[in-house]
Nanobody, 115 residues
Framework: QVQLVESGGGLVQPGGSLRLSCAAS????????MEWYRQAPGKQREWVTI???????NYAASVKGRFTISRDNAKNTVYLQMNSLKPEDTAVYYC?????????WGQGTQVTVSS
């Protein structure tokens, strides 16, 4: 059974930082492209970033230069380092593992940026 478990969300002030983790089980995460998405209240889910199997990364324009995705293959875990957080980053953040037509989603972790 495949599971992706996100953690690390919480409440942070504008300008602050958080690091999200996505721990995978039931798959070898290094064989998958790993992505982060987010969904703010009343809005559609939006793509945030991807790390491919060869380590290449890409980011949405809204987070480029502030967020960094990385993976630790030994821990079967993907991370999202979020710096210079803004109120508009408030959302539920989801990780997703993709291999061809197969994709698996975590349950999400809430990030709230507010003073």
């Amino acid at each position: 059974q495949v599971q992706l478990v996100e953690s690390g969300g919480g409440l942070v002030q504008p300008g602050g930082s958080l690091r999200l983790s996505c721990a995978a089980s039931g798959i070898i995460a290094s064989n998958y492209a790993m992505e982060w998405y987010r969904q703010a209240p009343g809005k559609q889910r939006e793509w945030v970033t991807i790390i491919t199997t060869d380590g290449s990364t890409n980011y949405a324009a809204s987070v480029k230069g502030r967020f960094t995705i990385s993976r630790d293959n030994a821990k079967n875990t993907v991370y999202l380092q979020m710096n210079s957080l803004k109120p508009e980053d408030t959302a539920v953040y989801y990780c997703m593992a993709r291999l061809g037509p197969h994709d698996y989603w975590g349950q999400g972790t809430q990030v709230t940026v507010s003073s």
